[in-house]
């Protein structure tokens, strides 16, 4: 094993409430370090690497529980193990943000969303050792279970996601989690705690300019006119291939996100057809085997060709939104727009659920999305 290269590990679970480790298939142990009292560079065996996957599933499951009707207050990221647990600043800082999740599942129990149920499996997809430092990759998966309040709401809305762990060596030969990060572009998870918000200048753009949406509830209905598009098909499309990706296209994950990629297949595969012309011109809407047009992939290049090509009309509402109308997100109100996701459900009494890649998402509410960006400026459109 080389210094710094990363160990490849197989499933660990976690459901609310319950952690369950798995066996992790490489690990890192010269035989000499079997007894080391503080790790070394290289020097993680299978035991530590299970402990790492406990760890990062403890905090995952707890974040997930606070969003939970009727869980009391645990804290279970508080919980050390003999080979890896918290630190001391990680308790604090998770301990805040799970109090700000409380407050979110309030701010959706206020717009009609409660959870009655959570499940929440953690994939180890890699461990790395560079010294008295650990890197360990992980894979969320994340299952919630609609409260039926008014009948018609979804099943469930669930999501993956990727994180990345530092573990620092400390005395003893345990392993102290340092800090956890979101590795996906996109809207952060329902169950990720809020950063700090920030804000910077606008950005000045002579482009067609989306109107924002307003996110005040209730509202007026607009019902759709009668198209020749196909918004069942756009949805089946974005529910189909919301977690495994379509082999036809290629992913955008590694350069810059691939929500608005995945957006315009499911435009196409709802009756959209290509406009073609050079790739920077945002008039052109287009996907080849080798290139594609900026507005294909581009957050704010779709929506100038959207708007420009008239095959979107803005909304002035979020909730306005009905199956296969677009949501765009401008994340810390800077002028720029940074998501684009498709409504594929509505209740009957009006909350648009929103799919979408980046981070992978399905049938999430507009309550949910709300709940955790209630600072970000928000753009609708009627396709």
């Known amino acids: 094993m080389t ?8 499933t660990l679970r976690s459901a609310v409430g ?57 804290r279970i990221a508080g919980r050390t193990g003999q080979k890896a647990g918290l630190s001391a600043r990680t308790i604090r800082t998770e301990g805040d943000g799970v109090s700000s999740l409380r407050t979110r599942k309030k701010r959706l129990a206020a717009l009609g969303e409660v959870y009655t149920a959570g499940d929440t499996k953690v994939s180890v997809d890699g461990v790395r050792v560079t010294g008295a430092r650990a890197t360990v990759r992980v894979t969320e998966t994340t299952t919630f279970r609609y409260k039926k309040i008014r009948g018609d709401e979804p099943a469930t809305t669930g999501f993956k996601a990727h994180h990345e762990l530092g573990f620092t060596a400390a005395k003893g030969g345990r392993w102290e989690l340092t800090g956890i990060k979101a590795t996906d572009d996109g809207p952060r998870a329902v169950n990720a705690p809020a950063p700090a918000p920030a ?9 067609p300019d989306a109107p924002k949406a307003s996110t005040s509830w209730p509202v007026r209905a607009v019902p759709k006119k009668r198209t020749s598009y196909n918004y069942a098909a756009m949805a089946a499309y974005s529910e189909k291939y919301w977690r495994n990706y379509n082999p036809a296209y290629r992913k955008f994950n590694e350069a810059g996100g691939d929500c608005t990629n995945f957006l315009s297949q499911a435009l196409k595969a709802g009756g959209w057809k290509p406009e073609t012309g050079g790739s920077a011109d945002y008039r052109k809407w287009w996907y080849e085997n080798t290139r594609q047009s900026d ?3 581009g957050v704010n290049e779709w929506s100038w ?26 994340f810390d109100g800077d002028g720029a727009k940074d998501h684009s996701m498709m409504t594929t459900y509505r209740s009957g009494y009006g909350m648009p659920y929103l799919t979408y890649h980046s981070t992978n998402t399905y049938r999430k509410s507009m309550a949910s999305i709300l709940a955790s960006y209630p600072d970000a400026v928000y753009f609708a459109y009627r396709t």
């Open 18 to 74: 319950v952690v369950v480790a798995g066996a992790v298939s490489a690990v890192l142990l010269p035989a000499s370090a079997a007894g080391a009292a503080t790790p070394r560079a290289a020097t993680v065996d299978k035991a530590t690497a299970d402990a790492f996957g406990r760890v990062a599933a403890a905090v995952l499951t707890e974040r997930t529980e606070a969003l939970v009707d009727g869980r009391p207050a645990r």
């Open 305 to 330: 060709y959207a708007l420009n090509s008239k095959r979107v009309t803005p909304l002035s509402n979020v909730f306005q939104m009905e199956v296969g109308d677009v949501l765009q997100m401008d």
């Open 199 to 207: 804000r910077t200048a606008g950005v000045a753009t002579t482009t």
């Open 3 to 10: 210094r710094g290269s990363f160990v490849k590990s197989t």
């Open 295 to 297: 507005s294909w992939i």
